[in-house]
């Protein structure tokens, strides 16, 4: 899975783009912690080309969020396919999370 | 760090006595059988989805029981999480005795055999350093009596305290009334948790649907 990362408004936008499986889920995770500690309080996952989502993934989402709170800041995700979505619903992560459909949105909502 | 089969027993049992809670046979099956898929999918070694299980990396990690569970894994592939309970579930005597003996080796429990009857030996484990448990038990208050985003190790434990039914006993009735929502948003977050508590409601419906009178 490749990351590719921008700032707007504030925001470190990180778009996400494969399959965030146990092996993409290790790299994300180590990913997180470098942004954190170089000071991105807030953070934006745009998913739109996120094509698939496992356990482990859910767990680093997880994971960097709990980070993310722990510093104050916030975290949230915009654009989710079809099937992540179903994954968030599924496993209520779509309650736990900050989820937006639409980018503007999320960035406006977190600036 | 104890592995999740030894968090989930040190919860069941009583710390004075050192005998096992009484729980339904088929909760505490698939309670270590999930506790074992758990502590492989937070070691990297199985991932899983909506749909399969699947294997990551067959290193072995040094723990007999989740050695013994990642090498039956994989040998076969393409099977779901429920496929994988119901594998582990008929070992789960295995897992227990490993995980109380983990237990005892770590200076947290000690083992003791007791007489009944003045006859009959029975093996207690009676807490001999109450600091792990209470150290479990203080993170799940913490997530259940707060908006905090919990842990994965702690959604976890959660999930698998709550299809032991632990939950009764640690909870006071008004507690457990007050967290009951909280407790089963986390342990949704978890998808073999998931799998875990459809097993047991599966066999909690079929055991209902048995006893109901039938038609001549």
């Known amino acids: 899975m490749e990351t590719r990362t921008k700032e707007e408004a504030g925001v470190l936008i990180v778009e996400l783009d494969g399959r965030l499986n146990s092996p993409a889920s290790s790299q994300l995770e180590k990913k997180i912690k470098v942004w954190v500690s170089s000071g991105s309080q807030t953070v934006l996952f745009d998913c739109g080309s996120l094509s698939y989502i496992s356990s482990a993934g859910l767990r680093v989402l997880l994971s960097g969020a709990k980070l993310i709170q722990k510093q104050k800041g916030q975290m949230a995700l915009c654009r989710l396919s079809a099937n992540v979505q179903e994954v968030f619903e599924v496993s209520g992560f779509i309650d736990i999370l900050n989820v937006y459909d639409d980018l503007d949105k999320a960035i406006t909502a977190l600036s | ?216």
């Open chain 2, 1 to 216: 760090m104890l592995r999740f089969p030894e968090e989930i027993i040190l919860l069941l049992l009583d710390d004075a006595s050192g005998k096992m809670a009484k729980i339904n046979d088929w909760s505490l099956r698939y309670a270590l059988a999930g506790s074992v898929l758990m502590d492989l999918a937070l070691e990297d070694r199985i991932d899983s989805d909506l749909e399969s299980l699947l294997l990551v990396d067959k290193t072995p990690i040094g723990y007999k029981s989740l050695d013994f569970a990642l090498a039956m894994i994989a040998k076969e592939e393409n099977h779901d999480v429920r496929y994988w309970l119901e594998k582990l579930a008929v070992h789960a005597d295995d897992i227990k005795e490993q995980a109380l003996s983990g237990l005892v080796e770590k200076g947290i429990l000690e083992h003791r055999e007791e007489l009944l009857l003045w006859v009959f030996k029975s093996r207690v484990y009676p807490v001999i350093d109450g600091s792990a448990e209470q150290e479990v038990k203080l993170r799940i208050m913490e997530v259940l009596f707060s908006d905090i985003i919990p842990d994965p190790r702690d959604v976890v434990i959660i999930s698998l305290a709550d299809a032991c039914g632990i939950f009764s006993a640690i909870l006071s009735e008004r507690e457990l009334e007050h967290s009951r929502g909280r407790i089963d948003q986390v342990r949704r977050l978890d998808l073999i948790g998931q799998a875990v508590s459809r097993a047991i409601w599966d066999i909690d419906a079929s055991l209902v649907y048995a006893m109901q009178p039938q038609g001549l």
